[in-house]
């Protein structure tokens, strides 16, 4: 599988979401070799799981499609999915990089006919889902999973189910002894796209998430209004699986807070209102309440907002919430704050509530790394005096699909930049 | 190229229990020349893709049609080299996945698919990429010396290749230069601007060449090819390059409408941007009468987020206001601040310097002014203040200081006007109308393309030339000249700095793709372009006019003149042309034309109605192939083909199809209009607008207007697509037969 030749000429790309994707592309596309490796069983990362962007409102597979066929078509880029860095030394110019592969247990004859899938009967959580479902241990990570191949989950390799979908495979796809695996790259330059991951929920204990089922996350939502989601794209209450008729999304939840996450996330307002329109449009009757403490819908983004005001099933309300508390019997939550525009105490009950968590980067976090600057939150610096490895996207700043792939880009040239001086 | 032609079929993944393979390969390829044909029960497996190696090696095969699973998988496994066509006909997620197996229906579709593929693999011929006769230069231009304009010089140098800078004034820095202090990563203090360094690195790079006092008086040619007149204190010089990096700037918004802020009423009401220049200049003082400032107060949103002013936020103002305010505490610690906002927009880490700013003991009010005035020497605000919710008057201001937002260089001051079409609605008396931002006519002069599209960048409806695509915020309506910075957008100069990194990237990338005779995204590394039959051509200005991208020139006697190196091969030229004399080797009006005529059309006793969907295969297509990987379920009577985007449809498809018996025509494209998902733009749309002329098609064939039907399909609407199909089968079901059927 790992029979990829690289050079000193060769960039490596960490991270295969919008941002990693950008970069292998761009410079590629430019003429460079790439590799790029992802961690998960399929390239896309947080944006395959979202339903939709804002402000535009427009899928984004559609994005995603038109990059992964520039990928098929650009012979200059390998990626590799399952995938981590284990490894890494040298300085720019000159990395060694050792390339972790998780077995997957299913081989490139998979024909994702599903027979596998039929066969198997354990199930496990979908994490594409946040655990809000179940899927089969042999499974298809989303419909459009790239590659498009299955994957078996580690607990049924040696169960009978595995064997079963092993049988039942008429292309020999399956193998179930297939073992961890390493390799070893040589590249004149890395780019860092590991992403984000929203900010734990559960830490912010007042809001009660986790002991709460109607307390979800922003992320959560996603899924929720996705039609692949684990609702159907239906709005409904975890606890009882009833229609929402109001709900409440609580921004800077763990953020802007020194006890947290001191910065802002920069994108949180904009998917607040952008999920207060999946709720308008399934559910027309739900009243929408979103607490902020400040607005952020950056330069034209602005016209969102103004859109969304129109709305009058969705009221803005100045309030840092102090508080949620569930009613046992019905399952609703009760928010309590302070209405910092009319001084009064509020106290409002809701079917569900929406934390709008912020974004945590994923930070460089390998044994004997060459270091790289970082801020005290984690975010990648792109100090020119430690050239040749770059951040690019969230790792940098918590910040929009746009300004990640426009900053991938610019990441993209650091890299060719890194390898012309040598 | 003489070929030798293969079709394989594969019968895994149920193809094989749901098809008569062997009829299939009789019925389906019996109209062409085939010299291999074989079926196999795994051909993307080693041993299958073997097969079809050996016939390669053994028998010249040099045309290979696999009919299997879609051409999004196992793409690399059937890529047989550069000297080989493969084309793949859909099997599996169109026919054994979701139709009833070993059926005629079923059986019969996929005929009519593998006779398409037949059809099309024949007409197919191998690209021979453009090269321009004109040498080809690598050299970015870059037009403004601002810190996004210095920033993409730089960088392009720092890869490696050379940068040509022109700056319009008669020193480099822009606004960057006229900034007393930055606030920037990471957000802790403020710090020097570093114009300074900037500027000296940017002139003491070899690899840059500076114009400054100089104007770009003309672009012409495309990206590889560009000619740049340049004047240069009055002097003309040319120089070449392969692609452009537009990086004007910004000016503040015009303070004087802000009379409402006593803005030219009271000397001591200042803007942000003079606020800075005294800054840097020295001493913060009283315009009015020279004396130490101690309390000063900024509004926010002075004319931003504003339906009358700036409708958009500027992004960088709240913390322009705050790094002021510090300069105000350094003068004097015992001053005094008042920033008075909408909303206070610090994101990302930046949140950190408004807590800096909170700290230094800044008093920040939630509210709007409702009077700024005068009295006994010293200024005065009054304001809503949300918080209180009540009405303050904050009096003895030395100096109150108005943030106003950033326009875009391009936005004209006032909106040039045209000569209306002549069905256009709200044209003036004198026949004259205005015109749009998305209009190459639009904006203020900056590159004076010698485009037949007009001169300049189509910009967004605030006048700024920015993508309208979230993934491609570098897609560009006009090919190899990319916008950067606060033109664009705006933006902090972190992000500037990025911003021009990227767009460089993205400059140097299309030079290099160009060279090579590539396309640049979205059809990235495609080889073909669109070729002229210019005998036939009528001069209708069809093509010239529609291009997205403004590729096609125009000569006096109105003959097309494309520029290759600006086409992006959506063929949306091939879909307006009347004519027909528009072709890519792969693509041609006559090759979808052979393909939809090779679909056999029963007689009408047999009750089976046949449909043509043409097909977008940016979302369309893949929606359709997760209907089928869903394994959902539509009537067989339907034949998708293929489009690069539904503006390369051309009518006479259409035309042909019912003149010959095909009962309707549904056509699946993206979403257009304001949200248009398009990938080239226009696409469509202007198929959307092409189609209110078939109604003289249907009328001259006397037949009903329902037979043709737009459909918008987004990539995630594949829950939508069967029953998109069935209400369309029961409209043509209610309408009857094609009475054409058999001529």
């Given at each position: 599988m790992a029979d990829v030749q690289t050079t000193n000429q060769s960039i490596l790309v960490v991270g295969g979401g919008m941002s990693g994707i950008t970069s292998a592309l761009e410079a590629a596309e430019a003429g460079y070799d790439v590799v790029l490796v992802e961690?998960?069983?399929?390239?896309?990362?947080r944006v395959a799981q979202l339903y939709q962007y804002f402000p535009?409102?427009?899928?984004p597979n559609c994005g995603l499609e038109i990059n992964f066929r520039r990928m098929r078509q650009n012979s200059k880029i390998r990626f590799f999915t399952?995938?981590?860095?284990a490894n890494i030394s040298g300085s720019e110019g000159n990395y060694n990089v050792t390339i972790k592969l998780s077995p997957?247990?299913?081989?490139?004859?998979?024909?994702?006919?599903g027979k596998c899938s039929d066969a198997c009967e354990a199930e496990i959580d979908n994490t594409f889902n946040f655990g809000m479902d179940k899927i089969k241990?042999?499974?298809?990570?989303?419909?459009?999973?790239?590659?498009m191949r299955y994957v078996i989950d580690p607990?049924?390799?040696?169960t009978e189910d595995g064997k079963k979908c092993q049988e039942v495979c008429?292309?020999?796809?399956?193998?179930?002894?297939m073992a961890e695996s390493t390799f070893d790259l040589n590249v004149g330059a890395v780019v860092w796209a590991a992403g984000w991951n929203p900010y734990?929920?559960?830490?912010?204990?007042?809001?009660?998430f986790g002991e709460?089922?109607?307390?979800?996350t922003n992320v959560m939502m996603e899924r929720m209004a996705s039609p692949n989601g684990p609702t159907q794209g239906k709005i409904l209450r975890?606890?009882?699986g009833k229609e929402v008729k109001n709900i409440a999304f609580i921004q800077?939840?763990?953020?802007?807070d020194e006890n947290h996450l001191?910065?802002?996330?920069?994108?949180c307002c904009l998917a607040s209102m952008k999920q207060a329109t999946y709720v308008r449009e399934r559910h027309p009757d739900c009243d929408i309440s979103i607490f902020f403490i400040d607005i952020r819908a950056l330069d034209r983004l602005e016209d969102f907002y103004t859109k969304v005001q129109e709305d009058e099933k969705i009221q803005f309300i100045k309030s840092k919430i102090a508080n949620i508390s569930e009613?046992?019997?019905?399952?609703n939550l009760l928010l309590e704050g302070?209405?910092?525009?009319?001084?009064e105490q509020l106290r409002m009950t809701f079917d569900m509530a929406v934390l709008a968590t912020g974004m945590v980067p994923n930070k460089i976090?390998?044994?004997?790394?060459p270091e790289v600057a970082a801020d005290e939150y984690g975010f990648v610096i792109n100090d020119p005096e430690k050239a040749g490895i770059y951040g690019a996207g969230c790792v940098r700043r918590p910040t929009d699909v746009a300004s990640s792939v426009a900053d991938a880009t610019s990441s993209a040239f650091k890299a060719i930049q890194s390898i012309a001086r040598r | 190229m003489d070929k030798k032609t293969a079709v394989y079929i594969c019968t895994g993944c149920g193809i094989g229990d749901a098809l008569n393979v062997e009829q299939l390969l009789e019925e389906g390829t019996e109209e062409f020349t085939i010299d291999v044909s074989k079926d196999h029960?795994?051909?993307?497996?080693v041993e299958g893709v073997e097969v079809i190696k050996k016939d390669i090696a053994d028998?010249?095969?040099?045309t290979v049609i696999i009919g299997a699973?879609?051409?999004?998988?196992n793409y690399d496994v059937f890529n047989?080299?550069?000297?080989v066509i493969v084309e793949r006909v859909n099997l599996?997620?169109?026919?054994a996945w979701v139709m009833p197996p070993e059926d005629e229906n079923t059986q019969e579709l996929a005929e009519d698919n593998l006779r398409m593929g037949c059809s099309k693999a024949k007409d197919t011929q191998l690209p021979e990429p453009f090269k321009a006769e004109e040498e080809y230069s690598k050299d970015v231009l870059v037009v403004g010396g601002g810190i996004a304009g210095m920033t993409a010089a730089l960088e392009t140098a720092k890869a490696g290749y050379k940068a040509i800078l022109v700056e319009?004034?008669?020193?480099?820095?822009?606004?960057l230069g006229k900034m007393k202090q930055s606030v920037t990563m990471p957000y802790k203090e403020l710090a020097d601007t570093g114009a300074a360094e900037m500027i000296a690195a940017v002139e003491a790079e070899e690899k840059i060449k500076v114009y400054t006092s100089?104007?770009?008086?003309k672009i012409s040619g495309g990206p590889g090819i560009f000619s740049v007149d340049i004047k240069n204190n009055g002097n003309a010089v040319n120089e070449r390059a392969g692609a452009v990096v537009q990086a004007t700037g910004w000016v503040p918004y015009?303070?004087?409408?802000?009379?409402?802020?006593g803005y030219g009423k009271?000397?001591?009401?200042?803007?942000n941007v003079e606020m800075e220049e005294m800054a840097a200049a020295g001493k913060i003082t009283?315009?009015?009468?020279?004396s130490p400032v101690k309390n000063v107060l900024f509004i926010q949103c002075?004319?931003?987020?504003?339906p009358e002013h700036l409708?958009?936020?500027?992004?960088?103002c709240c913390l322009v206001s705050m790094k002021q305010a510090t300069y105000v505490k350094e003068q004097d610690p015992e001053a005094v601040n008042y920033v008075l906002y909408k909303d206070v927009r610090t994101v990302g880490q930046a949140e950190d310097f408004y807590r800096k700013a909170q700290q230094d003991g800044n008093i920040f009010i939630r509210g709007a002014a409702t009077e700024v005035g005068e009295a006994g020497g010293k200024l005065f605000v009054e304001a809503d203040d949300e918080l209180l919710g009540e009405n303050v008057k904050i009096e003895d201001l030395d100096l109150v200081v108005l943030a106003v937002g950033m326009v875009p260089?391009?936005?004209?001051a006032v909106t040039p006007r045209i000569k209306a079409p002549?069905?256009?609605?709200?044209?003036?008396?004198?026949g004259m109308i205005e015109v749009l931002?998305?209009?190459?006519?639009?904006?203020?002069?900056?590159?004076?393309?010698?485009?037949r599209q007009g001169p300049e960048l189509p910009t967004l409806k605030y006048g700024?030339?920015?993508?309208?695509?979230i993934c491609f915020?570098?897609?560009?309506?006009?090919?190899?000249i990319y916008s950067a910075g606060c033109v664009k957008r705006p933006m902090e100069t972190a992000k500037a700095l990025d911003d021009a990194a990227g767009a460089a990237m993205k400059a140097v990338q299309c030079s290099e793709l160009t060279a090579v005779g590539k396309a640049v995204h979205?059809?990235?590394?495609?080889m073909t372009y669109p070729e002229f039959n210019?005998?036939?051509?009528?001069?209708?200005k069809r093509c010239t006019e529609e291009c997205p991208f403004g590729a096609i020139n125009e000569d006096e006697k109105a003959n097309p003149l494309p520029n290759p190196t600006r086409c992006?091969?959506?063929?949306v030229c091939m879909g307006a042309c009347p004519e027909r004399i528009i072709s890519f080797k792969n693509y041609s009006v006559g090759m979808i034309g052979n393909m939809i005529k090779s679909v056999n059309v029963p007689e009408e006793d047999e009750e089976k109605p046949r449909v043509i969907c043409l097909i977008c295969e940016n979302d369309a297509l893949p929606a359709l192939d997760m209907a089928g990987i869903k394994r959902m379920k539509w009537s067989p009577y339907v034949r998708f083909v293929q489009m690069?985007?539904?503006?390369?449809?051309?009518l006479v498809w259409i035309a042909d199809s019912l003149s010959r018996g095909i009962d309707g025509i549904l056509l699946m494209g993206c979403r257009h209009g304001d949200?248009?998902?398009?990938h080239f733009v226009k696409g469509s749309e202007l198929a959307n607008t092409r189609l209110s002329k078939v109604s003289e098609t249907l009328d001259r064939l006397a037949l009903?207007?329902?037979?043709v039907k737009f459909v918008e399909v987004g990539i995630t609407d594949y829950e939508k697509i069967p029953k998109i199909i069935d209400d369309f089968m029961e409209t043509i079901e209610e309408v009857g037969p094609n009475p054409y059927k058999g001529w």
């Open positions: 961690k998960n069983p399929y390239l896309g990362g535009k409102l427009c899928p399952m995938a981590e860095v997957r247990y299913v081989n490139d004859k998979c024909t994702c006919c241990a042999a499974y298809l990570p989303h419909e459009f999973a790239f590659p607990s049924i390799v040696e008429e292309y020999g796809a399956i193998e179930l002894d734990e929920a559960e830490k912010i204990d007042y809001y009660g709460y089922p109607n307390v979800i975890p606890s009882d800077c939840a763990g953020s802007r001191p910065y802002c996330s920069g994108i009613d046992e019997a019905t399952g302070e209405n910092t525009r009319t001084g976090d390998i044994a004997g790394a | 029960p795994c051909l993307c497996g028998e010249g095969i040099n699973c879609s051409y999004r998988v047989f080299g550069p000297d599996r997620e169109q026919v319009k004034e008669d020193k480099l820095g822009g606004f100089s104007t770009v008086e015009d303070a004087n409408k802000l009379d409402h802020l009271f000397k001591d009401v200042i803007t009283r315009p009015s009468d020279g002075a004319g931003s987020r504003d409708p958009y936020c500027s992004s960088v260089a391009s936005k004209p002549a069905d256009a609605e709200n044209a003036d008396e004198e931002p998305d209009s190459g006519f639009f904006a203020n002069s900056a590159l004076n393309l010698a485009y700024f030339p920015d993508s309208h695509f915020p570098y897609e560009t309506r006009r090919t190899g979205p059809r990235s590394g495609d210019m005998n036939r051509c009528t001069q209708c992006r091969r959506c063929g690069r985007c539904l503006g390369s449809m051309n949200d248009y998902q398009c009903e207007s329902e037979r």
